[in-house]
């Protein structure tokens, strides 16, 4: 877990993930991508983060199948940072829609479940605090979440058979999206 990750998952397709995605969150995209290279995904959502010397008001996501999970992912920790985003997109798909973020040079995690337009369960590690919200879910039993950290975030992200933070899906296709928030 060297870099800031943030992703959320959907038991849908991307197809349907990527059409739902900006309403919810309140932007448009501008350009489209498709790679087989995860390091042209990197590139690509850096280029287009604002977070990363992008333009002002942009970001670059990131879109691939795992299993039944359609992912969603970003360099720049935004998708986790709009609850009532998540929530809505949750309502949306009629799905359970989960997300999570990592930055161990920040000591930032985030864990949160969203179903029917609310926001079931939600744990953060901010600013050295811990918000602990919602009702426990089943990835949380074992868990010591007492001191939840970026690796109770990953653990929890894990137990929905998604791939580790610090994995890059070499062999995939991802869909690629650069979005801006300025309406």
């Given amino acids: 877990m ?3 990750r943030s992703a959320l998952a959907a038991r849908t397709s991307v197809e349907k993930l990527k059409a739902a995605v900006c309403a919810a969150y309140g932007c448009r995209p501008y350009q489209d991508a498709r790679f087989t290279d995860f390091y042209d995904v990197a590139q690509f959502c850096r280029e287009h983060s604002e977070e990363l010397g992008g333009t002002e008001g942009s970001d670059g996501w990131c879109f691939w199948q795992v299993g039944k999970w359609a992912v969603l992912s970003d ?3 935004a998708l986790v940072r709009k609850p009532e985003a998540l929530a809505s ?4 798909l009629g799905a359970v829609v989960i997300s999570a973020a990592v930055d161990i040079g920040f000591q930032f995690a985030a864990f949160l479940r969203a179903e029917d337009g609310e926001i079931t ?3 953060l590690l901010e600013d050295e605090l811990i918000t602990d919200e919602g009702v426990p879910t089943e990835a949380e039993r074992g868990i010591h979440l007492e001191d939840f950290t970026e690796v109770e975030a990953e653990q929890l992200w894990r137990h929905y058979d998604l791939p580790t933070f610090e994995h890059d899906p070499f062999d995939d296709v991802f869909d690629c999206v650069a979005v801006r928030f300025d309406g």
Avoid: D, N, V, Y
């Fill in 121 to 123: 369960r939600r744990l």
């Fill in 89 to 92: 997109l949750s309502e949306t």
């Fill in 75 to 77: 360099l720049s920790l």
């Fill in 2 to 4: 060297s870099r800031a």
